[in-house]
């Protein structure tokens, strides 16, 4: 059974920095494309960044490039979303994915970030 779990949300400020990681088990981790979505109030879910296999391939949403950094060990089954320059619009509820060879996805229970102003 695919399990996804986030860590490393919270409150800061505008400017400041948080660190997602999202720590995977139930997949061979290597075979899957991992990512990062966000759902602010009132909106749809919004894809913030993803990162291939081998990590040789990592795509932003236009709105955090620059900002945001995707990372994945796939030693440890783990992938990350190093945030920075935080603003109030990214305020929302993050989750982490996992996109198998097969097509089918499998999602985390979701962590909230909240950018004060």
């Given at each position: 059974?695919?399990?996804l779990v986030e860590s490393g949300?919270?409150?800061v400020q505008a400017g400041g920095s948080l660190r997602l990681s999202c720590a995977a088990s139930g997949i061979i981790f290597s075979n899957y494309i991992m990512g990062w979505y966000r759902r602010a109030?009132?909106?749809q879910r919004e894809l913030v960044?993803?990162?291939s296999k081998g990590a040789a391939t990592k795509n932003y949403a236009d709105s955090v490039k620059g900002r945001f950094t995707?990372?994945?060990d796939n030693a440890q089954n783990t992938v990350d979303l190093?945030?920075?320059s935080l603003k109030p619009e990214?305020?929302?509820v993050y989750y982490c994915s996992a996109h198998g060879p097969l097509g089918a996805s499998?999602?985390?229970q979701g962590i909230q970030v909240t950018v004060s102003s």
């Open positions: 059974q695919v399990r949300g919270g409150l109030p009132g909106k960044a993803d990162i995707i990372s994945r190093q945030m920075n990214d305020t929302a499998s999602w985390g």
